[in-house]
């Protein structure tokens, strides 16, 4: 049975809005934390313990469901784990305490990354890797437009709400992600049916790619030292001073260019090798991170914040090809939001613990060393991948 699997338009973009509809929630965690801070009367670092225990949860799910992926029915794998989000979201609102909404998201971070975990093996097995994780990763950015355009709005939908409700700033939140999971229904029905591989298909005589996971593993630290920063762009936007509407421009400039930025290493990485374009990004990384964790002003922050913030994702189309180069049946790039979600998972609790420590030029500081482990850890399976592409 081929591995490679050719996507037509229609399926590309049905795959893409099943998984940025039911990814809403996670799209807005930087909102997430604050609000649950301000809701709850919370700490950064219990706030930050409620989005690490939902990342932790879809890490598991991704990882249960990279291997199932290719064996279920996918379409069955997106109704099932779409109710959950869409149920779970909803309960997310009625949820009274932060151990209440823990109960609540966890299970529905389980749920996700199954979604995920699909989404990304189909994508994996693409004849244009590239091309497709490009795109995908292109409309995360167009999907971050309206999540910064309407949070910073649904942050409020208490105050206009009658007084019974007894709303907070977490609660309009959570609605704006549960009607979003709901538009995931209409985009399944046009998602690829792919034939289930067999238990041998694409494994027969290949090598113990170890490098591959090795790779994930500084993928996932990498992305544990940004989000350690990331996930608190709100809160240093709020020092600066500036309002959540003002933070929301920012994080609509940042998805403007993670809208370009994406399709542009799509298109560099099916024409070059994929080691200068990823050692370029994560030097631009780590010089942004210093100068986030030291923005004072609201210019500073203006031009810092929506860089860093987007750079992650221009990595991921270039690196996701290189997975399916070494691995053609998908099954590592659909696992690899497994180990972004486990690095992402301990972000908001160590960022939070950090930040109540020595303040965000610690988190800063934190992230160069992450992007550094990192940078050695991938470097085998770039190299591993750029050997291939030259053969």
Not at 105 to 123: H, I, K, N, S, Y
């Amino acid at each position: 049975m081929p591995l490679q699997i050719r996507l037509t338009t229609r399926e590309l973009f049905s795959l893409t809005g099943v998984l940025l509809l039911a990814f809403a929630a996670s799209l807005g965690m930087a909102f997430n934390i604050d609000a649950i801070a301000i809701s709850f009367g919370v700490t950064n670092t219990t706030a930050g313990l409620v989005a690490s225990v939902e990342m932790a949860a879809i890490a598991a799910g991704n990882l249960t469901f990279a291997k199932l992926a290719t064996r279920l029915s996918a379409q069955h794998i997106y109704i099932a784990g779409v109710i959950a989000v869409v149920s779970l979201n909803f309960l997310s609102i009625i949820a009274p305490t932060t151990d209440w909404l823990l109960l609540c998201r966890a299970p529905a971070g389980f749920a996700l990354g199954a979604v995920v975990a699909t989404v990304m093996t189909t994508a994996g097995r693409s004849h244009k890797p590239e091309s497709t994780f490009g795109v995908i990763n292109s409309m995360v950015g167009a999907m971050g437009i309206f999540i910064a355009f309407v949070l910073p709005r649904a942050l409020d939908l208490h105050l206009v709400l009658p007084a019974i409700t007894d709303w907070s700033e977490v609660d309009g939140l959570y609605l704006v992600y549960a009607l979003c999971s709901i538009f995931a229904f209409l985009f399944i029905p046009s998602t690829p049916r792919t034939e289930p591989l067999g238990l041998t298909d694409g494994t027969e005589g290949r090598p113990k790619l170890m490098i591959g996971w090795l790779g994930l593993v500084g993928l996932g630290i990498i992305f544990l030292g940004h989000g350690t920063l990331a996930l608190f762009i709100v809160k240093i936007g709020r020092a600066v001073p500036l309002s959540p509407e003002e933070i929301g421009y920012v994080f609509m400039a940042g998805s403007l260019v993670g809208v370009g930025l994406p399709l542009l290493a799509g298109y560099i990485g099916t024409r070059m090798n994929a080691l200068a374009p990823v050692a370029i990004i994560l030097m631009v990384i780590i010089v942004s991170a210093i100068l986030l964790a030291a923005a004072d002003t609201p210019i500073k922050f203006f031009i810092v914040a929506p860089l860093f913030a987007i750079l992650p994702v221009a990595i991921m189309p270039i690196f996701l090809g290189c997975l399916s180069r070494v691995d053609p049946t998908g099954s590592l790039a659909g696992s690899h939001a497994a180990f972004v979600l486990i690095g992402g998972a301990t972000a908001p609790f160590a960022g939070g613990a950090l930040s109540d420590l020595g303040g965000f030029t610690l988190n800063g500081w934190f992230v160069v060393g992450c992007v550094l482990i990192g940078a050695l850890l991938i470097y085998p399976v770039i190299r591993r991948a750029d050997s291939i592409r030259s053969r």
